[in-house]
């Protein structure tokens, strides 16, 4: 509050004292401004003037005048000029065997504008209908489209428009004879050279090349030419038909082609139009096939593979070379196709995607009717055919076309090596299940149509059941435990086999070691067993499993984050484990079955031997004595497997069949079976 004192009203006076003078002396400078300007008068005529610059002083700034330049005339465009059918620009030729060059047409004629409609149809960058429809040198569209020209010549009917025709054939005749018949003659004689490499790329035209050593074919876009590091180069960009995981698209690809000297066959070049294949028929024939199956897998997928696979690609790009360099992987195993979880859950794209659409026309006529006159009245009857635009996201039916143009390559999950690979189309089949897997696994009854039936009732009614909090305790977990090589891992092998999922087995080392990497590695595998209705197999989980303690935080948050996940698992989760006994008391009451197994009996081994016998390729009556014998020795299943492989191995050398002698050479070698077999 302020004081009622001298001093308050002294300084309170000083300020307002101030802030008068300042307002009095902001107004007696705008009455200052006021009266310089009235003086001065600038600005305050309503009207514009207008400066001219003609010519340049030495420094190549304008210089600018009041007056009109005597040099300058009138619009050269106008009512005149807009009678005649074709503006023709011309400009000094560098060329001296020329005087000039046309440097653009500007096509008026209606006839004209109608025709070019046909000629030019599908052109990027081309909309015949504007008013002013202008063409720039070296007319690339012409050059492209000349065949069509001509052919339009040749067929028209219409006296007037063909006259028409007939006045911008042979314009463009004159101007552009060195070029069209320079592409002639290269593509008479199959071969071309750089600087006219632009002549048979032709925009909508189907390109052949390889990706992979795959044949591709792609719709080429446009090209331009490029400094490179390496020197000048011809950049290509054509687009391929792809599945992104939700819909079908189109992605573009560059392809690179180095400047080369002289001339080069066309079908030597990294990618060429398809008409210069030698066996083109085939080819569309072939990968239009192999598209119609390429559309077939899209969505997710259980299949069998046995070929190459491509560790790492980026769907066919080329480097400065000209070249794609990736690594191959020979495999044979099951993969899972499913690019929506390649995409989407593991951060993965497919760059430069366009929607995939097509314009169908529902016009029935030929492509020769798309323009019509009528020949009676001498007026143009433009024949519009009505157009819809179809999306392929929404599971419209191909064109032929968009099934040559598929990708050769799917993304896919191999079950086998645990990783994400490309997988080329052919090699791609139905997996042939075997029915005697469940049977052949040495449990009671009892416990194997337990197993079978949660699994099978998981993955089938597992909507149907929820917790007070939704999503959670929605999945089935079963523990089994017991001494290594009892059928553990078997277990859910088999159950997987007998249900035709997928069987996605993950080691405990390779979720990570800290709490948030487990997590996030839990998080994304069990979204996608749940997705692919796979049976998934945490092989000694130890680890997760063991007791809690006050001294070990960092196990302790493993644990903790492990429980929490398990909580929310909507599938079937085997996990195996060695050690039971020291097994956190939480996971009890989170495990719906927990089987142990015990050690084999000589019973169980036998049947295990007699199984892995009749599995090989083939074998010699061992008898019911030496089996006997085998039966014996303390050997778990994953033991004698190895022990059959191995005699397996010994009696190919030999190129004989599998026999007890050979099983005994084994054993012997591996110091097992001494007083029994030996």
Not at 165 to 178: C, M, P
Not at 409 to 430: C, G, M, N
Not at 589 to 616: M, Q, T
Request: charged share 25%; glycine share 6%; with cysteine.
């Amino acid at each position: 509050m302020a004081r009622s004192g001298a001093g308050g009203r002294s300084t309170f006076a000083f300020r307002r004292s101030k802030d008068a003078a300042s307002a009095s002396g902001t107004s007696a400078s705008a009455k200052t401004l006021t009266k310089s300007t009235d003086e001065k008068n600038e600005g305050k005529k309503c009207s514009a003037k207008f400066l001219y610059g003609n010519e340049h002083d030495n420094n190549g700034n304008l210089i600018w005048q009041e007056e009109y330049p005597d040099s300058w005339k009138g619009p050269v465009e106008n009512e005149e000029t807009q009678k005649h059918a074709l503006l023709i620009r011309k400009t000094k030729s560098s060329d001296g065997r020329k005087q000039d060059d046309i440097n653009s047409i500007v096509i008026q004629s209606p006839f004209l504008k109608q025709v070019l409609g046909f000629v030019l149809k599908g052109y990027p960058g081309i909309t015949t209908s504007l008013d002013r429809l202008q063409f720039d040198a070296p007319f690339e569209p012409f050059v492209h489209r000349w065949e069509k020209l001509t052919e339009a010549l040749e067929n028209e009917q219409h006296a007037e428009t063909k006259k028409h025709i007939e006045l911008l054939h042979n314009v463009l005749s004159e101007e552009l004879v060195y070029a069209i018949g320079v592409k002639n003659d290269f593509v008479k004689n199959s071969v071309i050279s750089y600087t006219h490499l632009w002549t048979i790329f032709q925009p909508g035209s189907l390109l052949y090349s390889r990706l992979f050593g795959q044949d591709r074919v792609t719709k080429f876009q446009n090209a331009y030419d490029n400094e490179g590091y390496t020197g000048t180069e011809y950049h290509i960009n054509s687009n391929c038909v792809v599945w992104e995981g939700e819909k079908f698209a189109q992605s573009q690809i560059q392809h690179v082609i180095k400047k080369f000297q002289g001339t080069v066959p066309i079908n030597q070049l990294p990618i060429y139009p398809i008409e210069f294949h030698a066996d083109a028929a085939e080819l569309e024939a072939r990968l239009t096939a192999r598209g119609k199956k390429y559309e077939s897998l899209s969505g997710y997928h259980y299949k069998a593979y046995k070929g190459k696979a491509i560790d790492s690609m980026t769907l066919g790009n080329t480097n400065s070379s000209g070249r794609t360099t990736y690594e191959e992987t020979e495999i044979n195993s099951r993969i899972v196709i499913d690019e929506y979880s390649y995409t989407r859950l593991l951060g993965n794209s497919i760059d430069n995607t366009t929607p995939l659409e097509s314009t169908v026309s529902t016009n029935e006529d030929s492509d020769d009717e798309d323009y019509a006159v009528d020949s009676d009245q001498e007026t143009l009857s433009p024949q519009k055919p009505e157009l819809r635009t179809t999306s392929y996201s929404e599971a419209a039916q191909f064109t032929p076309e968009h099934y040559l143009l598929c990708s050769p390559v799917v993304h896919a999950y191999s079950l086998q090596l645990k990783r994400w690979q490309s997988f080329f189309i052919e090699p791609i089949t139905d997996i042939t299940f075997s029915n005697a897997a469940f049977e052949s696994l040495v449990l009671p009854e009892d416990q194997k149509e337990l197993i079978l039936s949660f699994a099978e009732s998981q993955v089938k009614y597992k909507d149907q059941f929820d917790d007070v909090i939704a999503g959670k305790g929605q999945g089935i977990i079963m523990l089994l435990s017991g001494p290594p090589g009892v059928g553990k891992t078997l277990t859910a092998e088999s159950v997987a086999e007998n249900m035709h999922t997928p069987l996605y087995q993950i080691g405990a080392g390779e979720l990570g070691t800290q709490a948030y990497e487990i997590e996030q590695q839990l998080e994304r595998i069990f979204t996608m067993a749940v997705k692919w209705d796979a049976v998934l197999l945490l092989d000694e989980c130890d680890v997760f499993l063991e007791k809690r303690s006050v001294h070990d935080l960092q196990r302790n948050a493993l644990v903790s984050t492990f429980l929490r996940m398990l909580e929310y698992h909507s599938g079937v989760l085997f996990l195996t484990t060695n050690r039971v006994q020291s097994m956190d008391p939480a996971f009890q009451s989170r495990i719906h079955v927990s089987l142990e197994y015990p050690g084999l009996n000589e019973e169980a081994r036998e049947k295990i031997w007699r199984n892995f016998l009749a599995r090989g390729r083939g074998s010699a009556e061992f008898g019911n004595t030496n089996m006997a014998k085998l039966a014996k020795l303390d050997l778990n299943g994953r033991q004698i497997k190895n022990v059959i492989k191995t005699a397996q191995l010994l009696a190919s050398r030999k190129e004989m069949l599998l026999s007890y002698d050979h099983v005994k050479t084994v054993l012997k070698i591996e110091g097992k079976g001494q007083g029994v077999i030996y």
